[in-house]
């Protein structure tokens, strides 16, 4: 199924349903973590991120877990240790969310309260502010690109994400102010992966991508 509006390109194509042995929920915790990391890093995207049905507002994807790959504005430790390269990737992705949750708080603006490597609102490029904002967002099913997949069980390929009509991706204005190209959901686990990345990616077969789950 091949949809057009405007520059924008969004193909959906079936998928394998899971079998019955296949987990329905995400693991918790680091292990879920890591394999998005894995799936991410491996195909050198930009972002991952995992929509789930929201345990307190039922029938609703919202976020669970996710991990930034893209460029850092103001890198910032939050421990004096030496970290390796993965650790630091990794510790970023950790430290946007910290920041979503404080900014819903209304704690940002009281650094004196906060950690020394915590981030602020200034400290974050286009693309970190896209991904922090994404954390914010809800689906039902059928709305949006993470609705559409979970909904049709199908994958969703959207190029020129940055040019979409919002109709077709709610959030295309914040994707064009942080040069999101191509974005791809994939019904997984239960819910949907997302994939988003700052170069154009012309389709191609999935599996390689959810490997590591």
Request: hydrophobic content about 35%; charged content about 20%.
């Amino acid at each position: 199924m091949h949809m057009k509006e405007g520059n924008s390109v969004a193909m959906a194509l079936p998928v394998v349903r899971p079998s019955q042995e296949e987990p329905t929920l995400p693991p918790a915790g680091k292990q879920f973590s890591n394999q998005l990391a894995a799936a991410v890093r491996s195909t050198n995207w930009s972002y991952a991120i995992f929509w789930s049905i929201s345990t307190s507002r039922p029938g609703v994807l919202t976020w669970k877990d996710g991990f930034y790959n893209g460029e850092i504005k103001t890198r910032k430790v939050t421990s004096s240790a030496d970290l390796s390269a993965d650790q630091l990737v990794l510790q970023r992705s950790e430290q946007l969310r910290e920041l979503y949750e404080s900014l819903l708080s209304g704690q940002c603006d009281h650094r004196a309260r906060r950690p020394a490597g915590a981030l602020s609102p200034e400290d974050l490029g286009d693309a970190e502010w896209y991904y922090t904002v994404c954390m914010s967002y809800a689906f039902r099913p059928g709305q949006g690109l993470p609705g559409r997949s979970f909904a049709s069980n199908e994958h969703v390929w959207l190029c020129n994400a940055q040019c979409a009509d919002t109709k077709t991706f709610q959030r295309a204005l914040l994707a064009k102010t942080a040069s999101i190209q191509t974005v791809a959901c994939i019904p997984l686990m239960g819910g949907v992966l997302e994939l988003g990345t700052t170069n154009t990616v012309s389709f191609r077969p999935v599996k390689h991508m959810t490997f590591s789950f």
